[in-house]
Protein backbone atom coordinates (compact mmCIF):
# COMPACT_ATOMS: atom_id res chain seq x y z
CA UNK A 1 0.00 0.00 0.00
CA UNK A 2 2.88 2.46 0.73
CA UNK A 3 4.64 1.40 -2.16
CA UNK A 4 1.88 2.19 -4.40
CA UNK A 5 0.70 5.63 -2.79
CA UNK A 6 4.35 6.53 -3.50
CA UNK A 7 3.89 5.56 -7.05
CA UNK A 8 1.05 7.52 -7.35
CA UNK A 9 2.58 10.21 -5.62
CA UNK A 10 5.59 10.65 -8.53
CA UNK A 11 3.41 9.92 -10.93
CA UNK A 12 1.69 12.95 -10.07
CA UNK A 13 4.75 14.95 -9.84
CA UNK A 14 5.62 13.88 -13.26
CA UNK A 15 2.88 15.11 -14.45
CA UNK A 16 2.52 18.66 -13.21
CA UNK A 17 5.74 19.15 -14.40
CA UNK A 18 4.71 18.27 -18.08
CA UNK A 19 2.21 20.08 -17.75
CA UNK A 20 4.04 23.16 -16.31
CA UNK A 21 6.73 22.83 -18.77
CA UNK A 22 3.90 22.43 -21.85
CA UNK A 23 2.08 25.51 -20.50
CA UNK A 24 5.50 27.67 -19.85
CA UNK A 25 5.34 26.50 -23.98
CA UNK A 26 2.33 27.57 -24.99
CA UNK A 27 2.44 31.00 -23.03
CA UNK A 28 6.27 31.48 -24.92
CA UNK A 29 5.18 30.16 -28.25
CA UNK A 30 1.16 31.02 -28.39
CA UNK A 31 1.12 34.97 -26.98
CA UNK A 32 -1.16 33.48 -24.21
CA UNK A 33 -0.77 35.74 -20.93
CA UNK A 34 -2.90 33.95 -18.71
CA UNK A 35 -1.47 31.41 -16.32
CA UNK A 36 -5.14 29.73 -15.41
CA UNK A 37 -6.22 29.42 -20.06
CA UNK A 38 -2.38 27.99 -20.09
CA UNK A 39 -3.02 25.56 -17.64
CA UNK A 40 -6.12 24.57 -19.05
CA UNK A 41 -5.06 24.51 -22.76
CA UNK A 42 -1.90 21.98 -21.70
CA UNK A 43 -4.06 19.74 -19.93
CA UNK A 44 -6.38 19.56 -22.67
CA UNK A 45 -3.41 19.01 -24.91
CA UNK A 46 -2.00 16.44 -22.74
CA UNK A 47 -5.18 14.92 -21.88
CA UNK A 48 -4.64 15.04 -18.28
CA UNK A 49 -7.56 16.14 -16.14
CA UNK A 50 -7.10 15.40 -12.26
CA UNK A 51 -6.56 18.69 -10.72
CA UNK A 52 -4.04 17.12 -8.38
CA UNK A 53 -1.59 17.29 -11.41
CA UNK A 54 -2.80 20.84 -12.27
CA UNK A 55 0.68 22.68 -11.37
CA UNK A 56 0.67 26.32 -9.50
CA UNK A 57 1.21 29.44 -11.48
CA UNK A 58 4.64 29.55 -9.86
CA UNK A 59 5.47 26.19 -10.99
CA UNK A 60 4.41 27.28 -14.62
CA UNK A 61 6.89 31.02 -14.27
CA UNK A 62 9.77 28.81 -13.03
CA UNK A 63 9.30 26.39 -16.40
CA UNK A 64 8.98 29.72 -18.36
CA UNK A 65 11.98 31.28 -17.00
CA UNK A 66 13.83 28.05 -17.95
CA UNK A 67 12.27 27.79 -21.54
CA UNK A 68 13.22 31.08 -22.35
CA UNK A 69 16.77 30.15 -21.12
CA UNK A 70 17.41 27.41 -23.45
CA UNK A 71 15.44 28.48 -26.34
CA UNK A 72 15.73 32.35 -26.75
CA UNK A 73 19.48 32.39 -24.91
CA UNK A 74 20.81 35.98 -25.76
CA UNK A 75 17.97 37.56 -27.79
CA UNK A 76 15.35 37.23 -25.19
CA UNK A 77 17.91 39.41 -22.69
CA UNK A 78 18.62 41.99 -25.21
CA UNK A 79 14.67 42.49 -25.39
CA UNK A 80 14.67 42.29 -22.06
CA UNK A 81 16.88 44.77 -21.05
CA UNK A 82 15.24 47.48 -23.88
CA UNK A 83 12.13 46.93 -22.39
CA UNK A 84 13.16 47.56 -18.98
CA UNK A 85 15.14 50.78 -20.38
CA UNK A 86 12.44 51.95 -22.10
CA UNK A 87 10.61 51.02 -18.45
CA UNK A 88 12.59 53.11 -16.81
CA UNK A 89 12.42 56.27 -19.38
CA UNK A 90 8.62 55.74 -18.74
CA UNK A 91 9.04 56.29 -14.90
CA UNK A 92 11.38 59.44 -14.98
CA UNK A 93 8.59 60.59 -17.09
CA UNK A 94 6.11 59.84 -14.65
CA UNK A 95 8.23 60.43 -11.46
CA UNK A 96 5.42 62.71 -9.68
CA UNK A 97 3.17 59.42 -9.46
CA UNK A 98 5.20 57.52 -7.57
CA UNK A 99 5.78 54.92 -10.15
CA UNK A 100 6.88 51.12 -9.51
CA UNK A 101 7.38 48.78 -12.73
CA UNK A 102 5.90 45.27 -12.02
CA UNK A 103 4.86 42.75 -14.32
CA UNK A 104 6.94 40.16 -17.17
CA UNK A 105 9.39 43.07 -17.42
CA UNK A 106 10.04 42.96 -13.83
CA UNK A 107 9.93 39.23 -13.36
CA UNK A 108 12.53 38.26 -16.46
CA UNK A 109 9.48 36.42 -18.16
CA UNK A 110 8.40 39.22 -21.00
CA UNK A 111 8.46 38.31 -24.68
CA UNK A 112 7.82 40.26 -27.81
CA UNK A 113 4.23 40.50 -27.12
CA UNK A 114 4.41 41.68 -23.23
CA UNK A 115 3.34 45.52 -22.44
CA UNK A 116 5.70 47.37 -20.26
CA UNK A 117 3.26 47.25 -16.89
CA UNK A 118 3.69 50.46 -14.20
CA UNK A 119 1.89 51.43 -11.19
CA UNK A 120 1.49 54.91 -10.56
CA UNK A 121 0.23 56.23 -7.69
CA UNK A 122 -2.90 59.12 -7.01
CA UNK A 123 -5.86 59.51 -4.83
CA UNK A 124 -6.44 61.85 -8.13
CA UNK A 125 -7.84 59.36 -10.33
CA UNK A 126 -7.84 61.66 -13.20
CA UNK A 127 -4.50 63.41 -12.45
CA UNK A 128 -2.82 61.00 -14.98
CA UNK A 129 -5.26 61.46 -17.39
CA UNK A 130 -4.99 64.60 -17.58
CA UNK A 131 -0.53 64.30 -17.33
CA UNK A 132 -1.06 62.58 -20.88
CA UNK A 133 -3.16 64.95 -22.03
CA UNK A 134 -1.12 67.75 -21.67
CA UNK A 135 1.77 65.92 -23.06
CA UNK A 136 -0.04 64.65 -26.02
CA UNK A 137 0.07 61.43 -25.55
CA UNK A 138 -2.94 59.28 -27.05
CA UNK A 139 -3.92 56.49 -24.04
CA UNK A 140 -6.98 53.96 -24.38
CA UNK A 141 -8.55 54.12 -21.46
CA UNK A 142 -9.42 50.05 -19.72
CA UNK A 143 -10.29 49.08 -16.05
CA UNK A 144 -8.68 46.47 -14.17
CA UNK A 145 -9.42 44.28 -10.72
CA UNK A 146 -6.34 43.88 -8.43
CA UNK A 147 -6.55 42.22 -5.29
CA UNK A 148 -5.91 44.79 -2.13
CA UNK A 149 -5.64 41.55 0.39
CA UNK A 150 -7.50 38.66 0.58
CA UNK A 151 -11.00 40.37 1.32
CA UNK A 152 -10.96 43.62 -0.74
CA UNK A 153 -10.51 43.66 -4.58
CA UNK A 154 -10.00 47.35 -5.99
CA UNK A 155 -11.21 48.04 -9.53
CA UNK A 156 -8.44 50.95 -11.00
CA UNK A 157 -7.98 53.04 -14.44
CA UNK A 158 -5.44 51.54 -16.68
CA UNK A 159 -4.00 53.40 -19.13
CA UNK A 160 -2.22 52.05 -22.23
CA UNK A 161 -0.44 53.82 -25.21
CA UNK A 162 2.17 52.92 -27.46
CA UNK A 163 6.04 54.53 -27.51
CA UNK A 164 9.34 53.62 -28.75
CA UNK A 165 7.77 50.80 -30.50
CA UNK A 166 6.08 49.37 -27.20
CA UNK A 167 3.09 48.95 -24.85
CA UNK A 168 2.98 50.81 -22.22
CA UNK A 169 0.36 50.09 -19.10
CA UNK A 170 -0.36 52.42 -16.87
CA UNK A 171 -2.40 51.35 -13.97
CA UNK A 172 -3.52 54.34 -11.58
CA UNK A 173 -3.68 52.63 -8.03
CA UNK A 174 -4.66 55.04 -4.71
CA UNK A 175 -1.93 56.40 -2.59
CA UNK A 176 -1.98 54.00 0.05
CA UNK A 177 -1.10 51.22 -1.96
CA UNK A 178 2.28 52.22 -2.12
CA UNK A 179 2.94 50.77 1.07
CA UNK A 180 0.71 47.65 0.42
CA UNK A 181 1.30 46.68 -3.11
CA UNK A 182 -1.59 44.41 -4.45
CA UNK A 183 -1.65 40.84 -4.30
CA UNK A 184 -0.22 38.74 -7.42
CA UNK A 185 -2.10 37.12 -9.59
CA UNK A 186 0.05 34.29 -9.96
CA UNK A 187 0.71 33.22 -6.07
CA UNK A 188 -1.57 35.77 -3.83
CA UNK A 189 1.80 37.23 -2.76
CA UNK A 190 2.13 41.13 -2.53
CA UNK A 191 3.22 41.84 -5.89
CA UNK A 192 7.37 42.01 -6.92
CA UNK A 193 7.38 46.38 -7.91
CA UNK A 194 10.37 48.34 -8.09
CA UNK A 195 11.26 51.83 -8.20
CA UNK A 196 13.31 53.87 -10.58
CA UNK A 197 15.83 53.30 -8.05
CA UNK A 198 15.51 49.69 -8.01
CA UNK A 199 15.67 49.63 -11.84
CA UNK A 200 18.72 51.32 -12.38
CA UNK A 201 20.28 48.88 -9.63
CA UNK A 202 18.82 46.21 -11.79
CA UNK A 203 20.05 46.98 -15.61
CA UNK A 204 23.48 47.80 -14.01
CA UNK A 205 23.26 44.42 -12.38
CA UNK A 206 21.84 43.05 -16.10
CA UNK A 207 25.27 44.42 -17.66
CA UNK A 208 27.64 43.43 -15.18
CA UNK A 209 26.07 39.22 -15.79
CA UNK A 210 26.09 40.47 -19.33
CA UNK A 211 29.92 41.16 -19.47
CA UNK A 212 30.82 38.21 -17.31
CA UNK A 213 28.57 36.03 -19.15
CA UNK A 214 30.62 36.51 -22.63
CA UNK A 215 34.25 36.74 -20.79
Known sequence: MHRARQHAATQTRERRHRLAHEAARLMAEGGIRDYHQAKLKAAARLDIHDDASLPRNAEIEDALRQYQRLFAGADHGTQLRQRREAALRAMD?????????????????????????????????????????????????????????????????????????LTFDIAVLPYDALRQPPLSAIDEKPMRRASQAQLRDLLSQDEIDSYLGGT
Not at 107 to 116: E, M
Not at 124 to 133: G, S, T
Open 93 to 165: FLHAFAPRLCGPVLDGTADTNSPVQVQVHSDDADAVQRFLEEHGIPAESRMRRLRLDRERNLDVPVWVFSAED
